[in-house]
T-cell receptor, first 110, second 113 residues
Framework: DAGITQSPRHKVTETGTPVTLRCHQT?????MYWYRQDPGHGLRLIHY???????DKGEVSDGYSVSRSKTEDFLLTLESATSSQTSVYFC?????????FGSGTRLTVV | GENVEQHPSTLSVQEGDSAVIKCTYS??????FPWYKQELGKRPQLIID?????GEKKDQRIAVTLNKTAKHFSLHITETQPEDSAVYFC????????????FGKGTRLHILP
């Protein structure tokens, strides 16, 4: 699993409901990232973290929040899911050998 | 902030020929430039990277070149094979405290038989 896992792998949710995606790493890396991937847009940065309780916004942060209370966990919350947030979400950490991605979460908002 | 442009968006080459993908970046402070390969339904995976203190790096059939003055870098794949078919992403990063790696939009590479 490359030291990083995402859960759930797939989720279908209704418009207006809150959703939390989890990213868990086992290698004690300081920097973690959340991206969304959509056709024609590549990987766009939502939020990132450079330590426990230290987070910052990326390119497409509106409608998303994050929390990092422990080094190993980085949570992404969609406060009130909308259809435009249907996407594949990837988290990543920055390690000594570059950036490593999780397997992704496919989120569908109906 | 950093902006990374990647071209072309789609590339088709005959098996055995070479493929070149080009990226430009805007932030002169960027000093780390990785390339990722993403197969259908899989996670992006690092295939090669280059840091700003070198101009070229090679790993078997793949190579990356960097021109810091012009702020562009390129991925070269020689002797292409069917398994090279995938989406390729370039990225740029400052690797600083507030680092946020920014990706290009990707290039879909098709290797034709």
């Amino acid at each position: 699993d490359a030291g990083i896992t995402q859960s759930p792998r797939h989720k279908v949710t209704e418009t207006g409901t809150p959703v939390t995606l989890r990213c868990h790493q086992t290698e004690n890396h300081r920097y973690m990232y959340w991206y969304r991937q959509d056709p024609g847009h590549g990987l766009r940065l939502i939020h990132y973290s450079y330590g426990v309780k230290d987070t910052d916004k990326g390119e497409v942060s509106d409608g998303y929040s994050v929390s990092r209370s422990k080094t190993e966990d980085f949570l992404l919350t969609l406060e009130s899911a909308t259809s435009s947030q249907t996407s594949v979400y990837f988290c990543a950490f920055r390690g000594r050998d570059g950036y490593t991605f999780g397997s992704g979460t496919r989120l569908t908002v109906v | 902030g950093e902006n990374v442009e990647q071209h072309p968006s789609t590339l088709s080459v005959q098996e055995g020929d070479s493929a070149v993908i080009k990226c430009t970046y805007s932030d002169s402070a960027s000093n780390y430039f990785p390339w990722y390969k993403q197969e259908l339904g899989k996670r992006p995976q690092l295939i090669i990277d280059i840091r700003s203190n070198v101009g070229e790096k090679k790993d078997q059939r793949i190579a990356v070149t960097l021109n810091k003055t012009a702020k562009h870098f390129s991925l070269h794949i020689t002797e292409t094979q069917p398994e090279d078919s995938a989406v390729y992403f370039c990225a740029a990063s400052t690797m600083n405290r507030d680092d946020k790696i920014i990706f290009g939009k990707g290039t879909r590479l098709h290797i034709l038989p």
